[in-house]
């Protein structure tokens, strides 16, 4: 069976740096920081103050009051993101075949605003279970992609993928083979999360998860340096619109790019944190090279999952030496959660647009926040730090891994007729 090629022909995102493309674009490229101390709730108690939020977002200015009340913010980032992807790719709702239409959406965690208000609300009463009807609804992972297609009628596959933050990753490749085979024309894929919340806060906090650089949140995402402390949390979406080549074609489409390739893999190691060396991001990059049939020299530019953390920016960029040899250091390596903040579920979708705009413009997104040389890691890999970098980019690579242990690599080219 010949595989359909894929193309990405819309994309939306809703970023702490940026409430669309436009705007997200503009904020990777002049290094802009997304942490700021968290307005959402008081956070004086919590270990972490700060956030990378979506500033100045306000429901009504997306839905009527009686939707938004029915949706948990990260429901409302997807439709918002999806909406945006939707009108980008210029598809025709009105005489498209709504049956080859699908939605297969990422979340790591859902709703979980609403469970939490939920259970403190219950908590506070006098044991009368008193829920709110649009509890469930509202807090379920799937519910993103349930609302997108309600939305538009879309009647293909449609679910969600939860591999805690490589969810959207998985999203995508799920997307692409759904294409691939011919089970569909296009499908409106990426992922979402809110997490910034006291549950949220204090879980991570509770792990030792997230930076406490509280008297300088601006700077707490700094990927691959020596002082990093752990990641900063953060919110929003990312919308790509996925589409068999020749069904783009037929009808004039813009193309961003082709998605030439999706891995897997699972470090099968321990629940948070990464194998030391790696083995599981050795195994998740060849897999995607194999499976997109290019060699490791035909890479141009990663955007790894590069989260902050002590261990795993170090065992990601030791598997990126195993994996692409000397050519590595030929690579533009970047990590833009030192801008966003780890968005959790919706990273691997928010990323992967970063790497397709990095092609299109042929500039690669800084890593910020760089000041100190970490000795482990090698000073000869080109970590685009602290400013973009010109760099025309034929093939882009996106690295995203969960807890559990679940890892997920999608590379992009440019269109080869």
């Known amino acids: 069976m010949e595989l359909k090629r894929v193309v990405v022909t819309g994309l939306g995102a809703l970023t702490p740096i940026g409430k669309n493309i436009d705007e997200y674009w503009e904020g990777l490229v002049n290094g802009k920081s997304g942490s700021a101390p968290i307005t959402y709730f008081d956070a004086e108690k919590f270990k972490t103050k700060f956030a990378c939020e979506i500033k100045?977002?306000?429901?009504?200015?997306?839905f009527d009051r009686k939707e938004a009340r029915k949706l948990d913010k990260f429901a409302q980032y997807a439709l918002v993101a999806s909406d945006e992807a939707i009108k980008d790719s210029g598809l025709n709702l009105d005489t498209i075949d709504k049956l080859r239409v699908g939605v297969i959406w990422g979340a790591g965690i859902g709703g979980l605003e609403t469970f939490q208000d939920?259970?403190?609300?219950?908590?506070?009463g006098d044991g009368t279970p008193r829920f709110n009807?649009?509890?469930i609804p509202k807090m379920i992972a799937d519910i993103a992609p349930g609302n997108i297609s309600i939305k538009h009628g879309f009647m293909g596959p449609n679910y969600t993928t939860v591999s805690a933050c490589a969810s959207a990753a998985n999203a995508l490749i799920d997307a692409l083979n759904t294409i691939r085979l011919g089970y569909s024309d296009v499908i409106v894929t990426g992922g979402s999360e809110a997490a910034v919340a006291p549950a949220g806060m204090g879980g991570f906090n509770a792990m030792h998860a997230l930076s406490t650089r509280n008297e300088s949140p601006e700077t707490a995402s700094r990927p691959f340096d020596a002082t990093r402390d752990g990641f900063v949390l953060g919110e929003g979406a990312g919308a790509l619109i996925l589409e068999e080549y020749e069904h783009a074609k037929a009808r004039g489409a813009k193309i961003y790019a082709e998605v030439v390739g999706g891995g897997l893999s699972s470090d099968a190691y321990h629940?948070?944190?990464?194998?030391?060396?790696?083995?599981?991001?050795v195994a998740v990059m060849e897999n995607c090279l194999k499976n997109a049939e290019l060699k490791?020299?035909?890479?141009?530019h990663i955007n790894t999952h590069g989260t902050s953390t002590p261990l795993g920016d170090v065992a990601e960029l030791k598997a990126i030496k195993k994996v692409f040899g000397e050519h590595a250091k030929n690579i533009n390596i970047n990590s833009t959660k030192s801008m966003t903040g780890h968005l959790l579920g919706a990273a691997g979708a928010v990323e992967a647009i970063a790497s397709i705009l990095a092609m299109k413009h042929g500039v690669v997104p800084p890593t910020i926040n760089h000041e100190v040389q970490d000795e482990n890691i090698d000073p000869e890999l080109n970590l685009t730090l602290n400013k973009a970098q010109k760099r025309e980019v034929k093939v882009a690579m996106s690295n995203t891994f969960g807890f559990g242990g679940h890892n997920a690599c999608v590379l992009f080219?440019?269109?080869?007729e």
């Open 296 to 300: 490791p020299e035909d890479v141009d």
């Open 118 to 124: 939920e259970v403190l609300a219950f908590g506070k």
């Open 271 to 281: 629940m948070t944190a990464p194998h030391p060396e790696g083995i599981g991001v």
């Open 56 to 62: 100045n977002f306000k429901a009504e200015d997306y």
């Open 133 to 135: 009807p649009f509890f």
């Open 413 to 416: 080219k440019k269109l080869d």
